[in-house]
Antibody
Framework: EVQLVESGGGLVQPGGSLRLSCAAS????????MHWVRQGPGRGLEWVSG???????YYAVSVKGRFTISRDNAKNSLYLQMNSLRAGDTAVYYC??????????????WGQGTMVTVSS | QSVLTQPPSVSGAPGQRVTISCTGN?????????VHWYQQLPGTAPKLLIF???NRPSGVPDRFSASKSGTSASLAITGLQAADEADYYC???????????FGGGTKLTVL
């Protein structure tokens, strides 16, 4: 079964750090672009970051310089290191698979999400 | 404020047809980038409903269809069912932002 499972969410104080993980199974992880998408409480979807198969990474303006995406193909895992966290980063963070490896990719597989709460 | 504009809500009676619009501009939909649609049932992760403007993934009923023209796209749902009650999001790429972008979402209520 093709599956993505996120972990690492939790409560963190403003200015703090957190590292999210996404474990992939059921497909050849190294062949796909992978992304992080978040959804604030009662809000819509927001793309956060993507990591391509050519070791290329991309970030939304709102997180550039604070978040770092990485992947370990040997462990079939995607990561998101989040530093200098703000209240506005509070959201459910989803890991998602890119369908075709293009810039206007659809995200065909999603994890169940992990909740990040930034609050004092 | 989302780059792609969707109506906040739509509604319809069981069996009816509804459409959800997604309006962009010349740097995203109008630039030729593909549009995708997702369904998010309450309390669950989004699910891909339509990819590359009009294609349905395996398992998605043909009651769901979509099209794209100019700087806009639309999702149509026919034969509305109570199970279709969900939030629907359009998704594309914006070359000016160099970002993947989503619409603000549309809540579908089945009356």
């Amino acid at each position: 079964e093709v599956q993505l499972v996120e972990s690492g969410g939790g409560l963190v104080q403003p200015g703090g750090s957190l590292r999210l993980s996404c474990a992939a199974s059921g497909f050849m992880f190294s062949n796909y672009d992978m992304h992080w998408v978040r959804q604030g409480p009662g809000r819509g979807l927001e793309w956060v970051s993507g990591f391509g198969t050519a070791d290329d990474s991309y970030y939304a303006v709102s997180v550039k310089g604070r978040f770092t995406i990485s992947r370990d193909n040997a462990k079939n895992s995607l990561y998101l290191q989040m530093n200098s966290l703000r209240a506005g980063d509070t959201a459910v963070y989803y890991c998602a698979r890119g369908l075709e490896g293009s810039s206007d990719d659809a995200f065909d597989i999603w994890g169940q999400g992990t909740m990040v709460t930034v609050s004092s | 404020q989302s780059v792609l504009t969707q109506p906040p809500s739509v509604s319809g009676a069981p069996g009816q047809r509804v459409t959800i619009s997604c309006t962009g501009n010349a740097s995203n939909i109008g630039a030729g980038y593909d549009v995708h649609w997702y369904q998010q049932l309450p309390g669950t992760a989004p699910k891909l409903l339509i990819f590359n403007n009009h294609n349905r993934p395996s398992g998605v009923p043909d009651r769901f269809s979509a099209s794209k023209s100019g700087t806009s796209a639309s999702l149509a749902i026919t034969g509305l069912q109570a199970a279709d009650e969900a939030d629907y999001y359009c998704h594309s790429y914006d070359s000016m932002l160099s970002d993947s972008v989503f619409g603000g979402g549309t809540k579908l209520t089945v009356l």
